[in-house]
């Protein structure tokens, strides 16, 4: 099994930055393409951002992307998403996952990290 932990969110004012950072709990994080979705209230998952294990192929949602980069150091077991210009509209609790077997859904997640955008 692997474990992973986010960290970095909290409150923000609108326009400004966070960097959310995902741990993950064994060496073996690197074989895995990760990604990062988030859930309002209210409202479904959706996804915000995916990277390949090696770091390339990021993918992102129309909603975050100019403003927001994925990233990855794999040698510090570590998955990050740097938010700039951040709207009102980012609020939400913001996870990340790890696909283990290619083709299927993302199968383990994180606890999650609230951010919170004030206007």
């Known amino acids: 099994q692997v474990q992973l932990v986010e960290s970095g969110g909290g409150l923000v004012q609108a326009g400004g930055s966070l960097r959310l950072s995902c741990a993950a709990s064994?060496?073996?994080?690197?074989?895995?393409?990760t990604g990062w979705f988030r859930q309002a209230p209210g409202k479904e998952r959706e996804f915000v951002a995916s990277i390949s294990r090696s770091g390339g192929s990021p993918a992102y949602a129309d909603s975050v992307k100019g403003r927001f980069t994925i990233s990855r150091d794999n040698a510090r077991n570590t998955v990050y998403l740097q938010m700039n210009s951040v709207k009102p509209e980012d609020t939400a609790v913001y996870y990340c996952?790890?696909?283990?077997?290619?083709?299927?859904?993302?199968?383990?997640w994180g606890q999650g990290t609230q951010v919170t955008v004030s206007s």
């Open positions: 064994r060496r073996t994080f690197s074989s895995y393409n």
């Open positions: 996952a790890i696909r283990t077997i290619v083709g299927r859904p993302y199968d383990y």
